[in-house]
Antibody
Framework: EVRLVESGGRLVKPGGSLSLSCAAS????????FNWVRQASGKGLEWLAA???????LYADSLRGRFTITRDNAENSVFLVMNSLRAEDTAVYYC?????????????WGQGTLVTVSS | DIQMTQSPSTLSASIGDRVTITCRAS??????LAWYQQKPGQAPKLLIY???SLESGVPSRFSGSYSGTEFTLTISSLQPDDLATYYC????????FGHGTKVEIK
């Protein structure tokens, strides 16, 4: 069974940093791309970053360099380091699997981890 | 950036109705368009990829089609379990989601 389990979400103060993790299981991790997508309460979906199976990295322009995505194929994990957090970063953060080269997009999602940025 | 314009934002229909949701891309996405269903409190679920390919396990009442930059998700006969918000997403150039369509049962 394909599983993605996010962790690391918590309450953090404005200006702080946070690292999210996504542990994958049930498939050949190194063969897939991974994305982080967030959703503020009652709002739509916002794509943040992607890392391909060969390590190509893409970011949404809106992040302005505050977030960093990495992967560890030996640990079957994907990470998102978030710096200079703001209240508007408060959201549920999802880890999402996708196929490289325009195959299936977003065929597996984690359950999400809640990040709250507040003083 | 590619923008996705999704309509309607809310849709109210009766059980058994045929329901259509539309998404328009601001430029060509070469058919790289997905549709997701999100129920309250759950993560989104992939329904359709590459504009018209049905994801495994998804009921056949869901279908996708497109012409140029206009994409359509159709539910052929609305069921109570289809109460959800639906999102389109292009993945030709980064990812962009539509703003969502909330489907309500009359």
């Amino acid at each position: 069974e394909v599983r993605l389990v996010e962790s690391g979400g918590r309450l953090v103060k404005p200006g702080g940093s946070l690292s999210l993790s996504c542990a994958a299981s049930g498939f050949s991790f190194s063969s897939f791309s991974f994305n982080w997508v967030r959703q503020a309460s009652g709002k739509g979906l916002e794509w943040l970053a992607a890392i391909s199976s060969w390590g190509r990295i893409l970011y949404a322009d809106s992040l302005r360099g505050r977030f960093t995505i990495t992967r560890d194929n030996a640990e079957n994990s994907v990470f998102l380091v978030m710096n200079s957090l703001r209240a508007e970063d408060t959201a549920v953060y999802y880890c999402v699997r996708s196929e490289d080269n325009g195959g299936k997009s977003g065929d597996s999602w984690g359950q999400g981890t809640l990040v709250t940025v507040s003083s | 950036d590619i923008q996705m314009t999704q309509s309607p934002s809310t849709l109210s229909a009766s059980i058994g109705d045929r329901v259509t949701i539309t998404c328009r891309a601001s430029q060509s996405v070469s058919g790289l368009l997905a549709w997701y269903q999100q129920k309250p409190g759950q993560a989104p679920k992939l329904l359709i990829y590459q504009a018209s390919s049905l994801e495994s396990g998804v009921p056949s009442r869901f279908s996708g089609s497109y012409s140029g930059t206009e994409f359509t998700l159709t539910i052929s006969s609305l069921q109570p379990d289809d109460l959800a918000t639906y999102y389109c997403q292009q993945y030709a150039n980064f990812w962009t989601f539509g703003h969502g369509t909330k489907v309500e049962i009359k």
